[in-house]
């Protein structure tokens, strides 16, 4: 897999940008992915970036219902993903924080 396989794209919630300040990012990567793979990704794709840790967290879709219709939502794997002190922050987020 390639860095692009793995990180699908970043997380942007109330959550995820009360740890921007402290240089952690949330990520949804690839349900097969594990934290080396996304660690190696993390600073393949932003290269002025070092991790420091990752952390991450599985979760399985939940059962809905819309009148007749009903399914699953998808089920995904996402990570947080904190970087060293003297790292460089990531770019794409530094208007966000």
Known sequence: MNAQDIIIKPILSEKSYDG???????????KKSNKSQIKKAVEELFPECK??????VNY???Y???GKSEGMTASYKKAIVQL???????AFFEGLS
């Open 84 to 90: 060293k002190e003297s790292s460089k922050p990531i």
């Open 64 to 66: 809905k219902r819309m």
């Open 20 to 30: 921007i300040s402290n240089k952690k990012y949330t990520f949804l990567v690839d």
């Open 51 to 56: 991790v420091e840790s990752v952390n991450t």
């Open 60 to 62: 399985q879709g939940k």
